[in-house]
């Protein structure tokens, strides 16, 4: 059978501690703190069944474990074996994980209360962001929230992208979509609207992260 392509599938990252590494630095150690930021703006409680998208580690369906506890349950999805390996030697109860792309989740309808997908959006192909808000609505319950969110691109993060991005582009002779763009999590309002959620609630989570709330 054919590999399918990073055009397809999205971009793969294959090596969890570097990443880590890299997310640990650039939110300068403060990933757990983030992680129960997010968590507490999900409204997530106990006994909520979750489902993460993009999952990596693993890092925030474990958090997510403990907050929803013995009665309730989180499901990790990656397109990336090498995540997905990583992340279930280190799971914890009620936490699970499976290797997934958005845009191909096959979970039944009407099966989580809550749909988180961080730091994710931008990797998948641009052809394919639809179909995965698609299954994202499709697999929540009635009443139940999606959270997605990313970089705040503001401030000295804007600046700062701005300039590697020109640079980049020079070197390359290449006229890409803007990065600062491609982060700036609120591009999706129309596309989750669209999709049939009711409410769509943009917010910022500290100094370099922002997030959209958005209930079906």
Do not use: W
């Amino acid at each position: 059978m054919t590999s399918r392509t990073e055009n397809e599938i999205g971009l793969l990252i294959t090596k969890p501690r570097g990443y880590r590494l890299v997310k640990s630095l650039y939110l300068l150690g403060r990933v757990g703190a983030l992680n129960t930021a997010l968590i507490r703006e999900s409204g997530a409680g106990p006994g909520a069944d979750v489902l993460d998208i993009g999952c990596g580690p693993g890092d925030l369906v474990r958090a997510m474990g403990e907050r929803v506890g013995p009665d309730g349950s989180v499901t990790g999805v990656d397109p990336s074996p090498r995540m997905i390996e990583y992340a279930t030697a280190r799971s914890s109860a009620g936490c699970r994980f499976e290797v997934c792309a958005a845009q191909d989740i096959t979970a039944p309808d009407a099966s989580y209360d809550l749909v988180t997908c961080t730091f994710v959006m931008h990797h998948i192909p641009e052809q394919h962001r639809r179909a995965a808000i698609a299954h994202m609505y499709r697999v929540l319950r009635p009443g139940g929230r999606l959270l997605l969110a990313d970089t705040y691109p503001g401030g000295r993060l804007k600046a700062a992208v701005a300039i590697m991005s020109r640079f980049a582009a020079a070197r390359a002779h290449d006229h890409a979509e803007d990065p600062v763009a491609a982060i700036d999590i609120r591009r999706y309002r129309e596309d989750l609207r669209g999709a049939g959620f009711r409410t769509v609630d943009f917010t910022t989570v500290g100094s370099s992260t922002a997030m959209l709330l958005a209930v079906k």
